[in-house]
């Protein structure tokens, strides 16, 4: 039990200390700028574009989506930036010389992401409720909290293996930079998962965001959680997937830099 | 010796694979380590003393756990690097020279935090020590400051603080002073000799000998990825015992009297180096006593001055070890 409390402090800790090694801007102007202004350039565009190619009734459709998919931002991205971060100031090699538990370390590394994750939605829907009108007053607001919460989950999940990646890829953003992209097609943010042909759709439901995507928009037309429990169990299972995957990867990397092969990680 | 060596490596050898070429890819190898021996007794300060590419940053990540040796074993406070990593981790520091390693971002106490972390060192352990370690680095009153605003010295003794947050008993220091004005340096090298004297095993590589010769215990010299020499710095300097060196001032000789020199029994070498207006001629020589009184006969005509003869130092010494592969 104190040993539990102590890994819990440490969590805690090394969360916070990556939240100022990441985020201490120069100046917290910038900071709100990124946080509002991407949100707004993404929602207004792809819905711009949505309203042209189906009518203006289906406003709505895409603007929830997009803040939704916002999550991803942090969760892909973030996790990239805290890996490249690693590799930049050289601290890899104190980390890999050093006891610490691998799986805590690895997990840790994406919780700021979450957090930031969520944070962005909130934001995302914020701007849908003030530009688009949309009415939560039938909404299931709770459910819908934890919709948010599980796809800042999931993605940071994704956003694991794309750390792992990073390790040895400097170009692991430009993978990740299509990924993003494709996210927004295939997880049902501007296109309904139905209309895409069968062999996407696959891909579709191995990536986060699919399923906890349309939990959220049932919450947010008041579903109760008994309706999208099966959906937002699937989106779990599918984030811990591929944080596990990047874990692995994470560990196979770490022998493979003990034999000399990983240069980069010093 | 005491019955366990706080490091030992037996054998040691790496042999690095690289690809080069993107068409046609092409191995290469690159031995950086031949078959290393070496004994480190607890409690000493153990100087690895070579040129740059020689094998010290190799060695020093095999015995920190970070590389798998070829073939050959490392064991450190008995402890086997490849196969006990794990409690070996807990129980040594370590330091890589250059700045790389800090969060510049965070202050220089929230660095020691999140690396104390890293060790699981309980929280009221983990505080005392910090604080500790600020003072006798000479960090206190800065500790809140980012590492970004922080001094070259300032952030290596940053980087020392981080290596001894785990009380270890044995430290490798890999060129701890690399890009350290004079001073700085000096001032890491007393702190590295205190931490001898307060009985820590320390692991010291340097390509300074001036370093090694002013702190070290004991050195071992590598070229290569052999070790060439090893000893006491006063036993190295035998390697040259029998080169004395006899030095003196001129203006204006011509080259060709040297020749004489040369000529003398005993003499290795005669080298003319220009220092201002006058030339200083440096003739390596098995019995200096000898070539004195030789001087004035081979040079007669010439106004010698400054003239002198000198035991050999560690540098020549090194300079003798190392100059075959330059
Ligand atoms: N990751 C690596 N891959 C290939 N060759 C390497 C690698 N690291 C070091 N070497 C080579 O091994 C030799 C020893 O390097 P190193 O141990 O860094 O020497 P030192 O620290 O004494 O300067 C050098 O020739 C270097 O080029
Ligand atoms: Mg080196």
Redesign the interface.
Known sequence: MKRLA?EA??FG??TY?QY??LF?WANPQGYVAYKVLLPVTQILFFVELGVYATGPQNALYFALGNALQLTANAGIFGVIATVANERQ???L?????????RMV?FLSRAIVNVIDGIATVVVGLAIVVVLFGLNLQHANLLLLAICVVVISLTTAGLGLMFGSIGLVMRDAIIIANIVYYLLLIVCGINFPVSRLPGAVQVLSFALPLTRGVQAARDAAAGASLGQVSGLLAGELLVGLSWALAGYLLFRLLENW????GLQEA? | MAAQPAIEARQLR?T??TTRGIFRRERVERAALRGVDLKIAPGELFGLLGPNGAGKTTMV?IF?????PSSGSALVLGLDAVKEQ?AL??RIG?V?G?E???????SGI?NL???A????I??DVSRRRISELLERLDLSGRERDRVELYSRGMKQRLHLA?GLLNDPEVLFLDEPTIGLDPVGARELRVIVRELADAGKTVFLTTHYMFEADAICDRIAVIRDGAIVAEGTPSSIKTVVRDQGIVEFEVVGMPVERLAGLRRLPGVTSVAISEHELAQVVTVHCARPAEVMTQLGVILDGINLEKVSSREPTLEDAYVQLIGDSQ
């Open positions: 102590l402090a440490v800790r090394s200390l100022v090694a201490q100031y050289g601290t090699p104190i980390l890999l010389a050093s006891p610490a538990n370390t830099a003990r034999r000399g010093y | 790496k690095y694979t990540k920190t756990t970070l590389l798998l794990w981790r807990k370590f890589f250059g790389r390693g800090l969060y510049w971002r965070l929230d935090r999140y690396f972390d890293l060790y699981r309980p929280p981080r």
